[in-house]
């Protein structure tokens, strides 16, 4: 075997996954990976107008989930609320109106979620085992998950609408409910946001879990001359939920201008809920990073272990260098050099994305907050 052959032996070991993955075609394994979305997705896709647009889902998802919160708020706030706001909490003409958003923003935000979701389970989906997905182990997973789904958001949304009517009972001179339509309007309106903020908890534990039986399983084949589908649609949705997480922060303002004059369990609830908002997008996307750039790091190491060989035959023959003739010193430096720049290109390119990328990611879950919160403070001062 010349030198140039065994260089060309390196090449087809640093990818010889990829030529298996074209010899064999499509495994009959590769199924799509099949999910039981949660009414915020299922409900639209049942009625028959509203299916199979994105647009048309998303309306008949504020149609169902939103419009009525919403409305029984403006009427509520435009009636009694905004006139019973004392002088000294003027934040909240701006902070309550904005708070009110997260019933707007909340089914949508989640419904956009699983839409990221359904790609994300597509992508992997299409490369399949052959691309390195252990598409059992993520079906087993995602099979648990769905099962648990009300189970878990039942309880979660009854804490979380119990919780946010004792802290409006405890500032009800601020915020009164008058008459027995303005009691069941505001139930409703608990309800809802409790429902949305149930379901965002148990979303973020479901795309943590998901996101960590997907690296722990997953052998993707990446290599140095292109970029992976599978790797690049982990990072977006890991990202994608961890801003939308952070966007449930427009309520937060609102809590710390009363926040001083609650009993201490209300504090302590409120409290508990600006700490959730606030740091738990970046802490969501921080861990599913750890994760990412864990495997990621495994796919760069076992390419570069890959090539080892090669530089290590190549090596050894230089000691023979003395005795072989012009010609063969010649292939053999032309394929030590052309092994060493593989390995340079190898060393240069990385499975995830570039880290300055990642990083501006990370800060938006964090900016977003902070952006919600000057807004809203400034608002209030025009």
């Not at 979660?156 to 069941?184: C, H, K, M, Q, W």
Request: hydrophobic letters at 45%; proline letters at 5%; charged letters at 15%.
């Amino acid at each position: 075997m010349t030198e140039l052959a065994q260089v060309l032996d390196g090449a087809e070991v640093c990818g010889q996954r990829d030529s298996a993955q074209e010899g064999k075609g499509v495994a009959a394994d590769t199924l799509p990976l099949s999910v039981r979305l949660t009414p915020y997705t299922a409900l639209p896709r049942r009625l028959p107008w509203f299916n199979g647009a994105r647009w048309r889902e998303r309306l008949a998802n504020m149609l169902i989930f939103a419009a009525l919160p919403t409305t029984l708020f403006w009427i509520w706030y435009l009636d009694d609320g905004n006139e019973s706001i004392p002088p000294q909490y003027d934040l909240l003409y701006v902070a309550v109106p904005l708070s009110a958003l997260f019933t707007l923003v909340g089914p949508l935000a989640f419904q956009h979620g699983e839409f990221s979701y359904e790609r994300l389970l597509r992508t992997i989906s299409q490369e399949g085992t052959d691309g390195g997905w252990n598409l059992a182990e993520i079906q087993q997973r995602v099979d648990q998950l769905d099962r648990l789904y009300y189970r878990i958001t039942i309880p979660l949304s009854g804490a979380a609408t119990v919780a946010t009517g004792y802290v409006f009972y405890e500032i009800r001179d601020i915020a009164p409910v008058n008459g027995s339509a303005a009691t069941v309007g505001a139930l409703v309106v608990l309800a809802f946001t409790g429902l949305t903020t149930g379901t965002g908890i148990w979303g973020a534990a479901k795309v943590a879990l998901i996101v960590e039986t997907i690296t722990r399983t997953a052998d993707p084949k990446w290599s140095p001359f292109r970029e992976s589908p599978g790797i690049h649609a982990l990072f977006r949705f890991a990202w994608s939920t961890g801003v939308l997480f952070s966007l449930s922060n427009i309520t937060v303002p609102a809590l710390l201008v009363v926040m001083p004059r609650l009993p201490q369990a209300a504090k302590a609830i409120s409290i508990s809920f600006i700490a959730l908002t606030f740091v738990g997008g970046i802490l969501l996307f921080s861990l599913t990073s750890r994760w990412l750039f864990a495997l990621t790091s495994r796919e760069h190491d076992q390419e570069l272990d890959r090539l080892a060989p090669v530089l290590e035959r190549f090596a050894d023959q230089i000691h023979e260098a003395r005795d072989m003739s012009t010609s063969e010193t010649v292939r053999l430096r032309n394929g030590f050099e052309a092994a060493l720049l593989l390995r340079q290109q190898i060393e240069q390119a990385t499975p995830a994305p570039i880290s300055h990328r990642t990083v501006l990611a990370a800060t938006t879950t964090l900016v977003i907050p902070v952006l919600l919160a000057l807004f809203q403070a400034v608002a209030s001062k025009l």
